[in-house]
């Protein structure tokens, strides 16, 4: 088959692979669309040790069954594999377990190739009315449909009363702005540098976009809620100062560093600071349920490319030049 493999820092190549094998538990998926993920862009530039070269990236995925029982079914792929029988996944949280891995790490080639071995368990069905583009939204769109609703369990307020701040327009930051539109969220700000990215995030639903230190930011203590879907030293700071006393920061972003947080704050004004990773087997179910009954928005937002292409598309996310949220890779 033929797949995008990572083999160094900034190199991805289009070649032949071996095809997966599937087994009792394991079936093989057709891909017809994959997402480029800010986790395969932090491969790409050789700062995750979980993903080592050469490997098949891509985590984001929805096609068709080639194998077993489901043959033929249009599905989203969870790329969440856990083991059964972690105290973790017994409580209802697999996405806390220490045994989980993605599809895209080394126990699980992933699914920038046209076709990708998958737990049966984790196939979620599809409509009929649903692209196989805007199903391989389903991942991001669950990472952020869990850190919304994680974040409004902390709130001390209803969300229809907050006033809520996603940093960053990217895939992530997008989604949780349409997901807390959807949750009726008082109101929504989006800072994102990216003029381009700024104007697709502006057209793709109630939010007022702006360009940090362009003088439309925030006020200091202006913000009820804030979701960081960027994680730099320069966005903690900014949800820092934004954030209002006994107001809720979600961390979603997995950039390296960690300073930028006001510690003194948080304590002095009892600011709830919280971590946000994955979603639930039933956070990514409702999350396909919600995009196929069309609640979060028309996912204009994406842009497709072949996969032969995918070495130009990691490039041009890499050079910022990119206007859509999201890359998707059609094998």
Same mark, same amino acid.
């Given at each position: 088959m033929k797949a995008l493999v990572y083999t160094a820092p900034f190199a991805v190549v289009f070649r032949d692979e071996p095809e997966p094998a599937p087994s009792n538990d394991v079936v093989l998926v057709k891909v017809e669309a994959v997402g480029i993920c800010g986790s395969d862009m932090h491969a790409y530039h050789g700062r995750d040790t979980r993903r080592p070269a050469p490997l098949i990236l891509g985590h984001e995925a929805a096609g068709v069954v080639a194998s077993g029982a489901?043959?033929?079914?249009?599905v989203a792929i969870n790329p969440l594999v856990v083991d059964p029988e972690c105290p973790f996944v017994l409580r209802g949280a697999p996405h806390l377990s220490p045994t989980r891995q993605l599809v +895209?790490? &080394?126990?699980? &080639?992933?699914?920038?190739?046209?076709?990708?071995?998958?737990? @049966? #368990?984790?196939? @979620?069905?599809?409509?009929?009315? @649903?692209s196989s583009v805007h199903a391989a939204l389903a991942e991001p769109l669950a990472v952020s449909y869990h850190a919304v609703n994680h974040g409004a369990r902390l709130l001390a307020r209803p969300l229809s009363a907050a006033r809520c701040v996603v940093l960053g327009a990217g895939a992530i930051g997008? +989604?949780?702005?349409l997901v807390l539109a959807m949750q009726g969220a008082g109101t929504i700000q989006i800072g994102e540098p990216? !003029?381009? /990215? /700024? !104007? =697709?995030a502006a057209r793709s639903g109630?939010? =007022?976009?702006?360009?940090?230190? $362009?003088?439309?930011?925030p006020a200091e203590n202006g913000a009820d809620? @804030?979701? %960081?879907?960027?994680?730099? %030293?320069? =966005?903690?700071?900014?949800? #820092?100062?934004?954030?209002?006393? $006994?107001?809720v920061i979600v961390h979603a972003g997995l950039l390296p560093g960690h300073e930028g947080l006001d510690i003194r704050k948080l304590t002095l004004q009892e600011v709830i600071f919280t971590g946000t990773y994955c979603y639930t087997p039933t956070d990514f179910r409702e999350t396909v349920s919600a995009l196929a009954a069309g609640r979060l928005g028309d996912l204009s937002w994406l842009e497709e490319r072949p996969l032969a292409e995918g070495a130009r598309a990691f490039a041009d996310i890499d050079a910022n030049a990119v206007a859509a949220a999201k890359i998707v890779l059609r094998p």
């Amino acid at each position: 088959m033929k797949a995008l493999v990572y083999t160094a820092p900034f190199a991805v190549v289009f070649r032949d692979e071996p095809e997966p094998a599937p087994s009792n538990d394991v079936v093989l998926v057709k891909v017809e669309a994959v997402g480029i993920c800010g986790s395969d862009m932090h491969a790409y530039h050789g700062r995750d040790t979980r993903r080592p070269a050469p490997l098949i990236l891509g985590h984001e995925a929805a096609g068709v069954v080639a194998s077993g029982a489901r043959a033929g079914e249009r599905v989203a792929i969870n790329p969440l594999v856990v083991d059964p029988e972690c105290p973790f996944v017994l409580r209802g949280a697999p996405h806390l377990s220490p045994t989980r891995q993605l599809v +895209s790490m &080394p126990a699980w &080639p992933g699914a920038f190739a046209q076709f990708v071995g998958v737990p @049966v #368990s984790n196939l @979620v069905a599809i409509p009929g009315h @649903v692209s196989s583009v805007h199903a391989a939204l389903a991942e991001p769109l669950a990472v952020s449909y869990h850190a919304v609703n994680h974040g409004a369990r902390l709130l001390a307020r209803p969300l229809s009363a907050a006033r809520c701040v996603v940093l960053g327009a990217g895939a992530i930051g997008l +989604s949780a702005a349409l997901v807390l539109a959807m949750q009726g969220a008082g109101t929504i700000q989006i800072g994102e540098p990216n !003029a381009q /990215r /700024r !104007a =697709t995030a502006a057209r793709s639903g109630p939010f =007022t976009c702006y360009a940090p230190g $362009g003088g439309h930011e925030p006020a200091e203590n202006g913000a009820d809620l @804030v979701i %960081d879907a960027v994680g730099a %030293d320069e =966005t903690r700071a900014a949800a #820092s100062r934004m954030i209002a006393p $006994g107001g809720v920061i979600v961390h979603a972003g997995l950039l390296p560093g960690h300073e930028g947080l006001d510690i003194r704050k948080l304590t002095l004004q009892e600011v709830i600071f919280t971590g946000t990773y994955c979603y639930t087997p039933t956070d990514f179910r409702e999350t396909v349920s919600a995009l196929a009954a069309g609640r979060l928005g028309d996912l204009s937002w994406l842009e497709e490319r072949p996969l032969a292409e995918g070495a130009r598309a990691f490039a041009d996310i890499d050079a910022n030049a990119v206007a859509a949220a999201k890359i998707v890779l059609r094998p």
